[in-house]
């Protein structure tokens, strides 16, 4: 009995860390930025196909696929930002709207480019680690180490590095950040840049475990936004902290309640936290 | 020459109204003369399309409160329509008003919360909520939504095509009139005033609180009549009337037609719900280039169709200053 409740608790650990990467590019954009981006949803899926692309239908191996893909949706991010986003980044409704429109448009892309078929990426690594209670595969453990690295990298970059200190800047004051000299378009062009390319490094590490498909992109959209708002807007341990408990209570919701409430109670979860704090558990108050 | 186009200048608000009444002519009489039921078909829906577009605009183009689930209060109560005449077989004017009504406690359970938060915090609340609604109608209470087979059955008020094609039109020219005035009257003045500057509202003495739940209410009771009536003339309620798509359509319909004023949504529902209609010769490629068009509008005309009378207007007004030197 609590054996299981480990084991599922792991699991969903390990999940939750790869939900955490995905909500994080979120975080960045809306922190550095201030705009909804919906189409980090839609990078999600480039990054799959990508990944899927270069791994399967070049029959590159994994590591480098990962990271073609991360790059190539960086690009794509950074142009995007440059020719779609920055004419109107003021207007917040209007970003919205764009995004997401801009997200059918490359759902749209993908769907003929690579067919409406359900794809997989077979496993990059077999066999199992023994774990309380049953066994993990060790693809998951190794995916959620990846995950914990990059997330690691991201917290240096943001303390330590010149582009770091600058995206910190400009989410404190943009007005601020531009009279001291910082290159506010750059920086946030870089920002989104960057949240697109967490968001594709997510789906590159999650398509070997889940199905690939054009509209895949909406369901971790819709937890990311969940998990930003739940762990307090910008904040870099909340989002993780969010993402890990999300996985948690998504596993346990399917082992002990039913499969089909599974996707529901992160949501009820947001509204509940929601109504007691309106910044969310990590949030500052304004 | 200059006589003529000062007759223009003054013509414009005659203009409004000989506009409206041609509108309504033609849209009396086109039953009579089109044979297909398709079209009409199309028009209903273009109707009901056009109270939930304006529905939304009064909370978020008007008040400001970003809104990403609209499709939550339009699904609630055709659900609860569909659910309480088919399975609790209540007489389809006692469902109605359990929908409208549910869209209501809805427009309440979400606006009290939501009073609190601001921008993408209250954008993506308010879509977790339309997200929970959608996921039980999907698959966690399947067994009473029936899901994507929905919930068949549903009585109507009247029979036939074009008797719903009137009712629907005399429904929507009444919601978007009623909508419509109380977007013109100080109240909509007080509306606007939070969409610009909340804390400046608060300080000129107004509780801007009762006024942001009094257009959550209005919002959540319209795109309930919308729900209700789709239910009782499509005599079927899927899971179409609560996804993510229709809640999206509420704001591109308004952003095509000119968000903030309440008759832009309703012209930019009534053409894109055609255009759309219309776009299936385009098979596959339908999403793809309707989607483009928005960004297209987004990016070069933001402030929609009816911005460009304004833009036309000012130029005129430009013309005939220059005469006049």
Not at chain 1, 59 to 70: K, Q, R, V, W
Not at chain 2, 36 to 63: E, K, M, N, Q, R
């Amino acid at each position: 009995m609590i054996e299981t409740l480990l084991s599922l608790t792991i699991n969903g650990v390990l999940i939750g860390g790869l939900y955490a990467l995905a909500a994080l590019g979120l975080t960045i954009v809306l922190g550095v930025m201030r705009v909804i981006n919906v189409s980090h949803g839609a990078f999600y899926t480039l990054g799959a196909y990508f990944t899927f692309l270069f791994s399967i239908m070049l029959g590159m191996n994994y590591i480098t696929s990962f990271l073609l893909s991360a790059l190539i949706v960086f690009a794509i991010g950074v142009v995007y930002e440059r020719i779609l986003i920055k004419p109107i980044r003021k207007e917040e409704l209007n970003v919205l709207i764009l995004t997401f429109a801009g997200a059918f448009v490359i759902e749209e892309i993908v769907k003929f480019t690579f067919g409406p078929r359900y794809r997989n990426i077979p496993p990059y690594l077999s066999g199992t680690v023994d774990i309380p209670g049953g066994s993990v595969d060790i693809q998951r453990v190794l995916s959620f180490a990846i995950a914990i690295g990059i997330v690691a990298m991201l917290f240096i970059i943001l303390k330590f590095t010149k582009i770091g200190k600058a995206m910190r800047m400009v989410a404190e004051d943009e007005e601020v950040a531009g009279t001291l000299g910082i290159n506010v378009d750059r920086v946030q062009m870089f920002s989104f840049g960057f949240g697109a390319m967490l968001a594709a490094s997510a789906a590159a590490l999650l398509s070997p475990i889940y199905l690939l498909y054009p509209s895949m992109g909406w369901d971790p959209l819709l937890k990311a936004f969940a998990i930003v708002i739940f762990g307090g807007m910008g904040s870099i341990p909340g989002t993780v902290f969010t993402g890990i408990i999300f996985g948690v209570a998504e596993v346990l919701t399917g082992y002990y309640i039913s499969p089909t409430w599974k996707t529901v109670v992160p949501f009820l979860l947001l509204i509940l936290i929601i109504s007691i704090k309106p910044t969310g558990l990590f949030g500052e108050e304004e | 020459m200059r006589m003529e186009k000062t007759k223009v200048s003054a013509g414009i608000l005659e203009k409004k109204y000989a506009a409206l009444i041609a509108f309504g002519i033609i849209a009396a009489i086109i039953p009579l003369i089109t044979p297909s039921i398709y079209i009409i078909h199309v028009l209903i829906l273009a109707h009901i399309f056009v109270i939930y577009a304006a529905s939304w605009d009064i909370l978020t183009g008007y008040t400001g409160q970003l809104n990403l689930g609209h499709a939550m209060f339009f699904g609630l109560s055709a659900y609860v329509v569909a659910i309480t005449n088919t399975m609790l077989n209540l007489p389809l004017l006692l469902s109605t008003i359990a929908g409208v009504f549910s869209a209501f406690l809805l427009s309440l359970l979400v606006g009290v919360p939501c009073l609190r938060l601001r921008g993408p915090y209250l954008a993506i609340t308010t879509f977790s909520f339309s997200w929970i609604l959608f996921l039980l109608a999907s698959s966690a209470m399947i067994w009473l939504s029936g899901g994507e087979e929905g919930v068949r059955g549903v009585k109507t008020f009247v029979v036939g095509s074009v008797p719903n094609y009137y009712l629907s039109l005399v429904l929507m020219i009444l919601s978007v009139y009623l909508l419509y005035r109380i977007a013109s009257s100080e109240t909509g003045l007080i509306l606007k005033a939070i969409k610009e500057d909340e804390d400046a509202a608060m300080a000129c003495g107004i509780d801007t609180t009762r006024y942001k739940l009094l257009a959550f209410i209005l919002s959540g009771i319209f795109a309930g009549i919308a729900g209700a009536f789709y239910a009782q003339y499509m005599r079927i309620v899927t899971v179409d009337v609560v996804t993510l798509e229709l809640s999206a359509s509420a704001i591109t319909f308004s952003l095509i037609g000119g968000i903030g004023t309440i008759v832009g949504p309703a012209i930019g529902a009534y053409m894109l719900t055609i255009l759309f209609e219309g776009f299936s010769w385009l098979a596959d490629y339908r999403i793809l280039i309707y989607n483009l068009i928005i960004v297209a509008f987004v990016l070069f005309l933001p402030g929609g169709l009816i911005s460009l009378k304004e833009k036309v207007n000012k130029k005129r007004k430009m013309v005939i200053g220059n005469d006049r030197k």
